[in-house]
């Protein structure tokens, strides 16, 4: 009977620790605030551009999601700066917006 208390106290104080953590995480991810644009350019539409007008909490940058071959991103940009990355290898699906 001790043996099972114990169990159900560990396994109950084990949830209680993974439940505060997941909340102080995501509470992490909602301090970065991003006005960005985001599109494809080059020739082919296979490079990924960002304008940001306001980041307020962190960095955001541009990912280029490439067909066939890795991913290619912008540099890591703040308020009021701009950035396009290098093409793809063979072209590129859609930009996606990536902060920290």
């Known amino acids: 009977m001790r043996n099972k208390r114990r ?56 990912r280029a999601d490439c067909a066939f071959a890795p991913d290619v991103y912008t540099t890591w940009v703040r308020s009021w700066q701009a950035d396009v990355s290098g093409p793809c290898l063979f072209s590129a699906r859609k930009a996606i917006l990536e902060v920290r």
């Not at 997941?22 to 301090?31: I, K």
């Not at 006005?35 to 960002?50: A, F, P, Q, T």
């Open 7 to 62: 169990c159900a106290f560990l396994i109950s104080g084990a949830m209680v620790v993974a439940l505060a953590a997941s909340l102080f995480v995501a509470r992490r991810a909602e301090a970065v605030q991003a006005d960005c644009i985001i599109d494809l350019v080059g020739k082919n539409s296979d490079e990924v551009s960002i304008l940001c007008h306001a980041v307020v909490g962190g960095e955001a940058r541009g």
